[in-house]
């Protein structure tokens, strides 16, 4: 018998609101209960405490993907208030001084190793979490939470706000040379919102589409300032939300004695120390820089000499690079974009994505269309494992519309405990949507996305913990993004395509040619991506440093200038929209390298499922006993080396990005 899923259709925010208070209250009740029991041991405080404090933050993230998803005024006002007393109750568990002494007196030597790992983990987050802090600190820090979670909020709404306001209304013609069907979509988009002619948007795919495409120079810079300037206007303004969040991240570090914020949150990272980070981050730098200065020279050569715009060559601008690089990409790997779209209708991709799912990891998604959902947007799948045993929700919201959050993301709703609700979780992209109600074709780097959020979803929905606070994604952060980079290489291999992409109409595999080239294509103005990536860790680390008198805002447009190959102009604030940093009080922040180290992990991690099969079940079962169920049980380190056999190598980083010979 399935369990109930999540009931969407009647949650409202107020019903959200009244429900997160009873359950703060009865939280409250029950933790100080267990704190004071005669004899503590891990069934009568840690479990129970796990289960307490799991239940409130899967209750907390429905409401907060709610609030993301729809961005309606009565799930931000809901969300506002639920967001301080949720936060109030969360930071008050590790600063509650007579749990913590119960939690001291648990008998380590007489649990097991699970629940061993369990006790040691949870004293190290409540000391990280200021148990041992003076009563002066503790307040303090108790404040620095709130105002930490409060203004990370304000600064994804002023996102979101900033990007649905971008509105620029173009001719027809001048949008030449995009895909028909986004060009359908900018004038069903003007007519909508009452224009004479299309209007162009602040959505990812909108923007990404116009700088690949558009043959129009003045739209494509149009549209690119006003993207670059998000968060930059009176109405969203996050430039002072930016200095206090950094000053705020600072004072917290300093009541726990350090320097910074990413001294202190490296104490539970796979890395070992920030000289480590700068380490590998120099590394990858030193490595990238020279053949990213190649691939420039090159597409300046292409623009001079063979698309004959010596003027363009000689004033390349940010805008332009996108736009030449997909021309020059054509020529150089003969691959054209728009051949892939009969394989990449979004039916076709998520039958190819389950059947991949089965064949690895024994785990078949079935449609569940009469499962309440919040949005007619909304695909919601039943997860059945091994032996048909249920496991739980997938939901996916896929595509873009006013007041949904920019990019892509994936959100545990529910966790495996005690809870009567399966286990459930959302993945939320803004992809292509279909035009006169088409079927959405997705590009490539779309279909990438897709894989990418997939992963992590796996990673959610196949845990096998128990714990709460241990299970899924529920990893060290520089950990988290390894399930979800690894399941792209599967949209580069030439094996995997020939049976993931079929034509929506004939069933038939696309042809071995178009794989070849587009698999070719990608080492193309690989080490230009790879040097992006650097540059935006490294400012996030370099912001994290700074002295608060500095201006962070110059500070990072001196910094991107410093990695940029063409020009910035002084209005270029790519920081003011940086949500990985500053929409939410830890995320990525001190921690954007994570993606990079991730993405060593998982590029020595594929090199087994290239030697054993890319559909290999046997080496599937094994990733999925070693990374994808196992959560947090073991260190992180030791679960990777368990799945590959050795630590990782930055070798095979340059070997897949075609930067070493393989």
Known sequence: MQAQPIPFDTLTPERFE?????????????????????????????QPLDVIVTNINDFYAIGSHLEVILGSPGWRESMTRARSKVTGFITGIPLNRTLYRALLQIDADALG????????????????????????KQSRLASIEQRLNAQAATFASHVVGASDDIKLEVKRHELDGMPTHEIKNAIKRGQHLGYDGPVLSGDAVCFRTVMRFCRNRRVREALWRLYYSRGCTDTFDNRPLIQELLAL????????GYDNIIQLRLQTRMVASASQVDTFLENLSERSQSAAEAEHLRLVEFIEHELEQPEVARDLMPWDVDFYSEILRERACGFDESALHPYTSLPSLLEGLFSLAYRLFDVRFKPMPDIPKWHEDVLVYGVWDRGDAFRGYAYMDLHPRQGKRPGAWMYPLVHSTQTDMPISGVMAANLSRGTDGNTPRLDHREMCTL???????????????????????????????????????????????STLLVHEED????????????????????????????????????????????????????????????????????????????????????????????????????????????FSSETGRHFRETILATGNMAPAMTSFVSFRGNEPSEDALFRRLGLMER
């Not at 997160?20 to 405080?45: F, G, Q």
């Not at 629940?115 to 987050?125: A, D, G, I, S, V």
């Not at 992963?455 to 979800?484: C, M, Q, R, Y």
């Open 18 to 46: 009244d429900q997160m208070d009873c359950m703060i209250r009865n939280a409250n009740r029950d933790v100080d209960h267990i704190s004071k029991v005669l004899t503590p041991t891990y069934s009568t405080v840690l």
């Open 113 to 136: 190793a699970a629940q061993q790992r369990h006790l040691q983990q949870t004293l190290q987050t409540f000391r990280l979490s200021g148990a041992e802090l003076d009563d002066t």
């Open 249 to 256: 991240r600072r004072e917290k570090a300093g009541l726990f």
């Open 451 to 497: 894989y990418h959020e997939f992963g992590h979803l796996l990673h959610h929905l196949l845990s096998d913990i128990k714990i709460g606070s241990l299970a899924g994604t529920n990893v060290a952060w520089d950990f988290v993004e390894l399930p979800s980079q690894i399941l792209e290489n599967w949209c580069w291999s030439n094996d995997a395509l």
């Open 507 to 614: 069933g038939l595999p696309a042809p071995d040619a178009l794989i070849r080239k587009l698999v070719q294509s990608r080492t193309y103005r690989a080490a230009s991506g790879l040097l992006r990536q650097v540059s935006f860790a490294t400012l996030d680390f370099k912001l994290h440093r700074i002295p608060l008198d500095e201006d962070p805002l110059a500070e990072a447009l001196e910094h991107a200038r410093g990695y940029s190959l063409v020009p910035l102009p002084e209005t270029y604030s790519m920081i003011t929209s940086f949500g990985h940093l500053f929409s939410s009080a830890v995320g990525y922040s001190a921690g954007y390298y994570a993606y990079l180290w991730a993405q060593m992990l998982e590029a020595d991690a594929f090199e087994r499922f290239e030697e054993e099969g890319v």
